[in-house]
């Protein structure tokens, strides 16, 4: 089957998480993508703890062949070339560059590029077909936008953590970078978007990724603004507060979700964790009085919970047509069978290893009817195709390559 972005070449000038996701994904739906390393800093691109290798993972480096476990996952599928931006020369190729290109996506700080020389103004004027991506914490613009993020500082300005945790206590940040992954998903829809548009308009254009204002537009689904003054506590902990009983609760051997989220479901826990008398209840069975006293509700269903385990507990209240999860830790989920049917844990590649055994990674999450989405190699090595990419696209010859090197340019 085809890939939906064959032919479509991205120069990727991303570091750390959120950038390197969006050009990830990217080179998962089929485009060329050519991640773009500073010389000077292109000896530690792929060496930051966690390593893998041929000992496993180890958070030092135990051999010559160890890679930093995020690296080989954010740069699968890409090629990798080195350019000193810096340098007139340099900035001369990536322009060049972006003449056969298609796409830049770029996550440096708010005018970084543009000191450099080759900001959107630049690149779209040697290339009004290209699509300039620039994702940065706070966006292009706003009184903000020259502020540096990361994660947890994302987390905590987009409001994530004031909703994160139990009622009254401290704020916490989610337990992974949600901030910069969810961005990335962000940004790759921004550039396909932007692509659709192109082949409307003939014309390329800026797409402006904010870190803040993709995690803020989707916790401001619900009306947070309202809780306190509806005298609901901000933390909710494990519920959701549209219904009740939705919750974590400690089985025998581990802890569970369960739920109901409309009556029907709620009549069939009922059944399940023998409280038919509750049934007609003309409180218990309002959603309106259980969400009042959500204390109460949480009791009756922990008592039946404690004495199964997760296994039956969540296979009893499936059956009864109810919300019911096992949650599961790292070692699960290497053993999920649905994830592997999926092809979503895949074992990590490793440029001059071949496969990590044990050391997992996660495919490409979008799947299509008629087309092929994954991740073809695995991550490339600083250099790897500096040559290549320079004589295939911009026929320079061996010696002019020699001598760019020489000069420290690539």
């Known amino acids: 089957m085809h890939r939906i972005l064959d032919g479509v070449r991205v120069l990727d000038l991303t570091q750390f998480f959120s950038g390197p996701q969006a050009t990830l994904y990217l080179a998962g739906l089929g485009a060329e993508v050519i991640r773009i390393d500073s010389p000077a800093t292109a000896a530690t691109v792929a060496h930051a703890p966690p390593y ?12 010559p062949d160890d890679l930093g476990v995020n690296f080989l996952k954010r740069s699968r599928g890409k090629k990798a070339i080195c350019l000193d931006l810096k340098q007139a020369e340099g900035r001369e190729l990536f322009l060049r560059l972006v003449e056969k290109a298609d796409v830049v996506v770029e996550n440096f700080s708010v005018g970084v590029m543009a000191r450099l020389g080759v900001d959107y103004a630049a690149v779209a004027k040697r290339n009004p077909r290209i699509v300039y991506c620039a994702l940065t914490g706070y966006g292009s613009t706003g009184p903000d936008a020259g502020l540096k993020a990361y994660d947890v500082t994302v987390q905590a300005a987009a409001g994530l953590m004031s909703v994160t945790g139990l009622p009254g206590q401290p704020p916490m940040k989610a ?4 901030s910069d992954a969810i961005s990335g998903a962000f940004a790759m829809s921004g550039v396909v978007a932007a692509l659709y548009d192109r082949e409307k308009t003939g014309v390329g254009q ?6 803040i204002d993709c995690l ?3 916790l401001f689904d ?26 974590t609760y400690q089985a025998a051997d581990g802890w569970v979700v369960l739920g109901a989220a409309t009556t029907a479901q709620w009549r069939g826990m009922l059944q399940v964790i023998g409280r038919a008398d509750l049934l007609d209840d003309p409180d218990w069975s309002r959603v309106e009085w259980r969400l009042a006293n959500n204390a109460a509700v949480d009791r ?7 004495a199964l385990t997760v296994a039956e507990a969540v296979e009893r209240v499936r059956a009864a047509g109810a919300i019911a999860a096992a949650i599961h830790g790292p070692d699960e989920l290497a053993n999920w069978p649905h994830l592997r049917a999926r092809g979503m844990y895949e074992t990590l590649g490793h440029p001059t290893l071949g496969n990590l055994d044990g050391v997992g990674a996660p495919g490409f999450p979008l799947k299509f009817s008629n087309a092929e989405t994954g991740y073809r190699s695995p991550a490339a090595l600083p250099r790897t195709h500096t040559h290549e990419v320079l004589t295939d696209l911009l026929d320079l010859d061996t010696s002019e390559i020699a001598r760019l090197e020489a000069a420290g340019v690539i």
């Not at 337990?175 to 949600?178: K, R, V």
């Not at 800026?206 to 870190?211: I, K, P, T």
């Not at 506590?233 to 009740?244: A, D, E, K, T, Y």
């Open 52 to 63: 893998a290798g041929p000992h496993g993972v180890a958070l030092e480096r135990q051999s």
């Open 175 to 178: 337990g992974t970078a949600l």
């Open 206 to 211: 800026f797409v402006d990724v904010s870190m």
């Open 216 to 218: 803020f537009s989707l």
């Open 222 to 247: 619900d009306p947070i603004d309202w809780y306190e003054r509806l005298g609901i506590p901000v933390r909710q902990g494990n519920r959701i507060l549209r219904f009740s009983p939705v919750n």
């Open 300 to 306: 009756v269903v922990q008592e039946w919970a404690t």
